[in-house]
């Protein structure tokens, strides 16, 4: 069964460093998104991804942060200068549309700001 | 704003028992609603999902929920529950219309199994 694909799976980064988290949608879908759990607390939306470009964003999702897919199959969120509180674990996940299909989340990559 | 409630933060049952886990939602609509699990160290697999239509909604791994408008839940259920089903499980919701389709998850209930 096709999955999306995270990597790494752990980084480790000092604060204030850019850090760029890499993901590999299913093939054949169109919507893209990122999440993010802090330990112990919620899973947070941050941003969705439809045709090139930001189709929603939390308030999470300020400057700092951008995405980007760069070729035709690689998603990335980059994180612009690290800070403390941006550890936590990032999911990345896809859906072939938005209507009534479910999204599809990989394994998250766990970042840690040192 | 809507809201996703998990109210249970820690179950334990024994393997071979029933299991019901509790979800309450607030949305301005019916949203659609999803079950996801987490096993340690492992990602958000989605168990099942509901949309519309028939209200009694069957997942993967012998899960089911229910969803009840007049309730605001969409619990989930299995009959008889094995040992790997320990791991975290998550309700999510999301707005049926058009324009927003972030999900909004609740806080997680994590499943013990005791043999």
């Known amino acids: 069964e096709p999955e999306v694909t995270q990597t790494p799976s752990h980084q480790v980064t000092q604060m204030g460093q850019e850090v760029i988290l890499r993901c590999v949608p299913i093939s054949n879908h169109l919507y893209f998104y990122w999440y993010r759990q802090i330990l112990g607390q919620k899973v947070e939306f941050l941003v969705s991804?439809?045709?090139?470009?930001?189709?929603?964003k939390s308030e999470i999702f300020d400057d700092q942060f951008s995405v980007e897919r760069p070729d035709g199959s690689n998603f990335t969120l980059k994180i612009r200068s690290t800070k403390l509180e941006d550890s936590a674990m990032y999911f990345c996940?896809?859906?072939?549309?938005?209507?009534?299909?479910?999204?599809?989340f990989g394994d998250g990559t766990r970042l840690s700001i040192l | 704003a809507q809201s996703v409630t998990q109210p249970d933060i820690h179950i334990t049952v024994s393997e071979g028992a029933s299991l019901e886990l509790r979800c309450n939602y607030s949305y301005g609509a019916t949203p659609y609603l999803f079950w996801y699990v987490q096993s340690p160290g492992q990602g958000l697999q989605l168990l099942l999902k509901y949309f519309s239509g028939d209200t009694l909604v069957q997942g993967i791994k012998g899960f089911e929920a229910e969803f009840k408008r007049s309730q605001s839940s969409f619990n989930l259920r299995k009959p008889s529950v094995h040992w790997s089903d320990a791991a975290e499980y998550f309700c999510a919701g999301r707005y049926s219309g058009a324009g927003s389709y972030q999900l909004t998850f609740g806080k997680g209930t994590k499943l013990s199994v005791i043999p």
């Open positions: 991804f439809y045709n090139n470009e930001i189709s929603e």
């Open positions: 996940a896809s859906s072939r549309g938005q209507s009534n299909q479910p999204q599809h």
